[in-house]
Each structure stands twice: as structure tokens, then as C-alpha cells.
């Protein structure tokens, strides 16, 4: 019987997943369909001896598409979620997608992203052999509430047979780890951008997430992310296995454990995180260091998530942004930022998101748009439907207001840059990406 309902489950999904991409639908509608009629296959298909799974508030989606190129590019057969759908119906359609019709996945080994508030759910049937958990931010308050519930849902994922691969920098994150033998732990050691006071519009590390008591912070390496030590109960920052031991934003590289020197594509914090993360993820597959730093170093992001367009006579890059989500918005700010050639910088909000209905916008104010007071940026443009709630948290920023343009219509902002000249950052969401790209040469919707 169990033979005949996996054979019937796998076919069924393979058939609804075929039938799906010539209609141009998502990746999650297979698995959907498939759970309604088999809503506990997933306890019945035979995964490989290897099972890495992603997750957390930012940075899975980069991260397991670099992980998937390293082990491609050292010889192994992968399957994942390349598509990005990641709560249980599309971790579901893929699964079975790479299944033979006995129900094995056919690779040598499985890695997958993982919805953090959906962990409970995809790993209901089945466990990853590892789980890494890259941060856990403010994001989509709408529907994910605060970090700390956060946290707790993606507990009720895990059991001990679970190797947990943990942020060390992230306070929250690394509670994780407490009283757990089957734990290791990525991060970064003090590098020189690296600052001595938190500079954000709030500081989420502030207090211990253990008893609530008073955090201290010997640095910073973004946000609330750094060296951090509670005198009250003894939480602190984990030594770590895999560390950013050397590190240029401008010369855009990261140096693994003293030795491993990567090139990193985009020049971000954020990125070299999600860096070092693939790069343990391979280290734990069995990857020589030597084969993931060379296949890490200069890989673009297929993701969609950087974007290089071109506006009349100017270039640009439209860095992707979560919505929802300050930090994410910070540092992409903090490339703009960087820059000294000298740039433009669109921030567009049109729409807060693509599958739900809201229109709360007051984590605008988490945002450190404040970064934006610099001499590399030559001048703002708002744009979309929310340009007055933009424009109203802008009026508190101290930024000249000579240098600040403001467009609800997204196209007519477009026309603008065009008469300009230099280069042109665009901050914004997968919810609003195309309004701008489809307007441009080179990029894609």
C-alpha cells in the first residue's frame, strides 16, 4: 500500500509540475495539490544520507543558491528548491519533482531553504541532517510578529538527531545553541569597518535574549550583529569554526579562517555572511576548502537579487530589498553609501507585498536612511504609491531637502534619472522590481 501511494504521489506531482510550467504557474501549486490528497508523503520518500536545509530571516535564497554551485561544481548530483519557493508546498513539488517513481531522490544530496515560520511544517515528516540559521531580524511584522516568536516557531522544528549551524554574531540566533551538544557556529572576528557603538535607529541586541538583562558589546559588525557578552547569565558570542578572519568591502574579498581568500562579487557585509554560510554548508558536504573558496570567489547571484540595468545613457544596479524588513533595506543603503563615484539612489515602494494584502508602512522607520547623508550621494529620488509616508520619514533625516525628488508615478521617475548623469542605485522590493526594470535595457523583470 505505502509503495502504491508514493508511486501515485510522485506521479501525480510530476504530472501537475509539467502541466504547471506551460501554464506559466508558480512552483508551490504542485505540491499543493499533492498535499491535499497525500497530506504525509513527505514521511515516506527516501532522501539521500545528506540533507542540509536554510533558514532564517535574510539570506537563504543567496546562500543556497551559492551552496547548490559549490557542490555542483565539486561533482555532486543536487537537488533543491532552486526556485525559491520554500514554505511545505514548494519544499513538497521538489522533492518529489527529483523522486523516481519509487520515491528516491535521485542526488547525492539534498539542500533546501526553509520558510522560517513553515520549519515546523516542512520538517514535520522528515529532519535535515543539518540545519543552518543565518539571522533573525525585524521582517514582515504583518505576519511574523517579533524575532522572538520567531525563534520559538523555528523550535518546534528541531530534535536532537539535528546538527544546528548557527550565526556565533547574531545574539538571538546563537541561543539556539544552549544546552545542545550537536552544534557549530560560522561568524565574523573584529575587522576594520567594524564600529564600537551601535549607530542604528534601533538596537535589537540591547538585551540578553536569555533573561532579559543588559547586553554588552565590545564591537559591531552591522546592526545588532557583533561581539556580544551578557554579564547576568553568561550568554555570549560561541567560538566558531568557519570566520571571516580578514575582510574588504572596497577591494571586495573575505578571508575563511586565515587562509581561504574569496572574491566576493558584491561588496556587502550582508553578502559575506551569506558567503561564509554556503562555505561551512561544504565544508559539512565534504567539499576540499580549497575547491569551495575557488568556486565562491566572483560568483554572481543568478537570484535576481542584484540587478545591473541601464536607464537611457546611465548605468545602474537595482539592489533588491525586502519590504518589511529594516536591516535588509540598511544594507543595501550602505553599498549605495559606499560608492564614490559619486550616485543617484531611487528608493521605490509601490506595493508592500505580493501575497498579502497591507498597508503598514512604519517600518520605514526602522530604516537608517540617515546613511544617505553622505557626499557619495548626489541625489535621492522617492517613488511610488507610498511617496508621502517616504517623503515624511525622509523630513526627519537632516538630508537637504534641495537633493531629495519626489515621483509617485514610477515611470515619470524614470524619465528624470534618464536626463541625469552618474550612476543610478535602486533600492526596493521583488514586489516592486519589474515597475523600474521593465523600463530599463539590460535588466529583468
Partial sequence: MKKIKVFFAVLMCKCIRFVAKLMGRGSSLPGQITLKFFPDILKYIKLPSKVIAVTGSNGKTSTLEMIA????????????????????????????????????????????????????????????????ITNLYRDQLTRNGHPEWVYDVISECMDDSMELILNADDPLVSKFGKGRDKVRYFGADKLSFDEEENTSVYHDGKYCPCCKAPMEYEYYHYNHIGKYECKKCGHKRNDTQWTITDASLEEGYVVVNGKYKIEISFSSIYHCYNTLAAFAAADIAGVPLDTAAKALSNYDLASGRIVDFKLGQREGTLLVSKHENSISYDQSIRVAKADKRGSSVMIIVDAISRKYDTYETSWLWDIDFEMLKSENVKEIILAGKYVEDLKTRFSFTNIDDNIIKCFKDIPEAAEYLKSGDGFIYVITCFSDKHKLLELTEGGKA
Avoid at 561544481?73 to 519557493?85: H, R, W
Fill in 69 to 132: 554551485h559549490v557542490l555542483k561544481s565539486a561533482g555532486f548530483k543536487v537537488a533543491y528548491n532552486k526556485e525559491g519557493s520554500n514554505q511545505i508546498e514548494g519544499v513538497t513539488t521538489f522533492l518529489l519533482s527529483s523522486c523516481n517513481l519509487g520515491g528516491k531522490v535521485k542526488s547525492d544530496i539534498v539542500i533546501m531553504e526553509s520558510d522560517e515560520r513553515f520549519a515546523r511544517h516542512t520538517f514535520k515528516h522528515f529532519k535535515p541532517n543539518h540545519l543552518i
